[in-house]
């Protein structure tokens, strides 16, 4: 009979269903941060969230988020058993049994998409959408407009201290209206502490930072063309072979607003334009 039992407690915590921590009654488990993982997909609803992975109590059940790719922050081993800390756009939904879990080849960020062409007409603000962009991944401003956003960075007479120029009108011929990666960093940093000047990144750093659940805001051309002006985008998502682009310079009827390129073009464009960019962790 205590066999049996056994092995139906075990077969219980493989599952989900309790903490192993019912069975082991440990007062604590350590943890560390799980950040360096990449991003994984829930596999099912039925699996149980737990408060900590040292609890008996269940949160609630993995439901609506069943199918969907969750971020990893933190992780514990109890035994033979993993669990993950989870979130998705910010939230912190609890902790997961790394069983419920499963890996993915293709990576497409939780994002709002941003326009800075409608309903607020801003044809310079590519920088101010984008940056909205990457941060509504992780939750962050997604209730500030985008003219907050646009009017709250920091403006100056050259793009290495502040924004240069009026966001809201057209430039002239030849004019470039930008902010450059440091003082765009510092301030996107008002708004997310870890967010970071990667400006440089090699395809392989890009790659990582997005399979982690990190949105790029990076120098391009509209469409990713590289015979287009200077523009500044938002990388959202990527799979085998091609980058998923939110371009913010789109009016509302127009197609394909956020596409899928492949890296090696994206990669020309992204040297082209002095390889700048900034994550949002």
Known sequence: MRKWTKLVIGVAVALGIFSVNSVARASSVPTKSARTYNSRVVKS?????????????????????????????????????????ISRRGHNYGWLNAQALKTTTTYRLPYTYTSQLYPLYA??????????????????????????????????????????????????????????????????QTYDKQAANISGASKTQLMREVKRGNAIVFSGGWHMEKSRPYHVLALVGYKHGKFLVADPYMQKGWPNKVFWT?????????HSRHSRAVVIR
Request: charged content about 20%; aromatic content about 8%; glycine content about 6%.
């Open 123 to 188: 044809p310079n603000a590519c920088e101010a959408a984008s940056l909205k962009m990457a941060l509504s991944v992780k939750g962050v401003a997604t209730k500030t407009s985008l003219k907050t956003v646009i009017n709250r960075m920091p403006k100056a007479k050259t793009p290495n201290k502040g924004f240069t120029g009026n966001p809201y009108t057209e430039s002239r011929p030849g004019e470039t209206r930008t902010i450059y990666p440091a003082p765009l960093t510092a301030y996107a």
């Open 45 to 85: 609803k039925g699996w149980r969230l737990w408060s900590s992975p040292a609890t008996t109590k269940a949160l609630r059940k993995t439901g609506s988020l069943s199918g969907k790719l969750v971020q990893l922050d933190r992780v514990a081993k109890t035994g033979k058993t993993t669990y993950f800390r």
């Open 262 to 270: 492949s890296t090696n073009n994206f990669m020309k464009v992204y």
